[in-house]
């Protein structure tokens, strides 16, 4: 008797993982819709080998602590070093992705941003590709929806809405500071000896938009690569806050940004003169944006300036 019912305990142990099993393998089946500007698709929920393009989004799955496949090594800021081991595949650079490999890896998720948009078709071939992007103009909505989503996708929602809710608590301690402050800023793009301004509304116009801080002038042209400036310019606005993006510094490993603002004319300007001109984290401001780490560095970094 004691027999038989070791056996009957034995059989149900063995029918109790089986059905635990399926519903593992159901529960990896499960797929969710995501509609993006470039199309409508079925992606898989808690993917696990998802190959990123994107560095915001790339910093927000660290700060999620989910485990990625593969990244463009080539041009990774130095926040996010720890994807340059062979832990991680190389999958190209940010605009010239190595499709052999990518395809080699045979991801289960790619994402993709701007850099990489005119690919699309060439990657969803390869496996659900979600195109990524940022509204400069609505700034704050466009990174919550982005972050929420990679939140539903990984299950991780809740602690999603923890770091949005501190993201926010740090915005609102800076807005604080601008809206009772008169002091007016310029943010500025260096390369190659040259430089860009822009203003509200542009790549990066959340200095203005979101933190709050006044534009020197409010009619800087909006484009991807801002408006071509003069150091006169610069002279004429006379912001107290110069604030300078050294992209140098990241794209060609030889930061310059600080030779070619400091100059004859500029030592004339209330930045100089008060010490107020904030070099920004390129890694943060130029080669990412957008991400739970990155977004929150760069309300900090401004921040502090206004300390």
Same mark, same amino acid.
């Given at each position: 008797?004691? +027999?038989?019912?070791?056996?009957?305990?034995?059989?149900?142990?063995?029918?109790?993982?089986?059905?635990?099993?399926?519903?593992? +393998?159901?529960?990896?089946?499960?797929?969710?819709?995501?509609?993006?500007?470039?199309?409508?698709?079925?992606?898989?929920?808690?993917?696990?080998?998802?190959?990123?393009?994107?560095?915001? $989004?790339?910093?927000?799955?660290?700060?999620?602590?989910? *485990?990625?496949?593969?990244?463009?090594?080539?041009?990774?800021?130095?926040?996010?070093?720890?994807?340059?081991?062979?832990?991680?595949?190389?999958?190209?650079?940010?605009?010239?992705?190595?499709?052999?490999?990518?395809?080699? $890896?045979?991801?289960?998720? =790619? =994402? =993709?941003?701007?850099?990489?948009?005119?690919?699309?078709?060439?990657?969803?071939?390869?496996?659900?590709? #979600?195109?990524?992007?940022?509204?400069?103009?609505?700034? $704050? *909505?466009?990174? +919550?929806?982005?972050?929420?989503?990679?939140?539903?996708?990984?299950?991780?929602?809740?602690?999603?809405?923890?770091?949005? &809710?501190? =993201?926010?608590?740090?915005?609102?301690?800076?807005?604080?500071?601008?809206?009772?402050?008169?002091?007016?800023?310029?943010?500025?793009?260096?390369?190659?000896?040259?430089?860009?301004?822009? !203003?509200?509304? &542009?790549?990066? !116009? #959340?200095?203005?938009?979101?933190? !709050?801080? +006044?534009?020197?002038?409010?009619?800087?042209?909006?484009?991807?690569?801002?408006?071509?400036?003069?150091?006169?310019?610069?002279?004429?606005?006379?912001?107290?806050?110069?604030?300078?993006?050294?992209?140098?510094?990241?794209?060609?490993?030889?930061?310059?940004?600080?030779?070619?603002?400091?100059? *004859?004319?500029?030592?004339?300007?209330?930045?100089?003169?008060?010490?107020?001109?904030?070099?920004?984290?390129?890694?943060?401001?130029?080669?990412?944006?957008?991400?739970? #780490?990155?977004?929150?560095? $760069?309300?900090?970094?401004?921040?502090?300036?206004?300390?």
């Amino acid at each position: 008797m004691k +027999k038989l019912l070791l056996g009957f305990a034995l059989l149900s142990l063995i029918l109790m993982a089986a059905c635990g099993g399926e519903e593992s +393998k159901a529960a990896q089946g499960k797929t969710m819709e995501v509609e993006h500007s470039l199309d409508t698709v079925q992606v898989p929920k808690n993917p696990q080998k998802v190959v990123v393009f994107d560095f915001g $989004m790339l910093d927000t799955l660290k700060q999620l602590d989910v *485990d990625v496949a593969g990244v463009p090594k080539d041009s990774l800021p130095s926040y996010l070093s720890e994807y340059d081991s062979d832990e991680y595949e190389h999958v190209g650079g940010l605009k010239e992705p190595d499709f052999e490999a990518i395809h080699a $890896m045979d991801p289960d998720l =790619i =994402i =993709i941003s701007g850099r990489q948009m005119n690919l699309y078709e060439d990657f969803k071939e390869i496996a659900p590709t #979600i195109f990524i992007e940022l509204d400069y103009e609505n700034y $704050m *909505d466009s990174f +919550k929806h982005n972050v929420n989503l990679m939140g539903k996708i990984f299950d991780k929602q809740d602690q999603v809405e923890k770091e949005v &809710s501190e =993201i926010d608590g740090l915005v609102e301690e800076l807005q604080a500071k601008t809206t009772d402050s008169e002091k007016t800023g310029l943010i500025t793009l260096a390369t190659g000896g040259k430089v860009s301004a822009y !203003g509200p509304g &542009s790549r990066f !116009g #959340i200095m203005h938009d979101v933190f !709050g801080v +006044k534009p020197a002038d409010d009619t800087i042209e909006v484009a991807t690569h801002g408006q071509k400036i003069s150091f006169e310019f610069i002279v004429e606005k006379d912001p107290d806050y110069l604030y300078v993006i050294d992209r140098d510094a990241v794209v060609n490993d030889e930061p310059a940004a600080k030779e070619t603002i400091e100059n *004859d004319l500029v030592k004339n300007t209330k930045a100089y003169q008060n010490n107020q001109i904030v070099y920004l984290d390129p890694n943060y401001w130029y080669l990412s944006g957008g991400g739970l #780490i990155s977004v929150k560095e $760069m309300v900090k970094e401004i921040n502090q300036s206004f300390e």
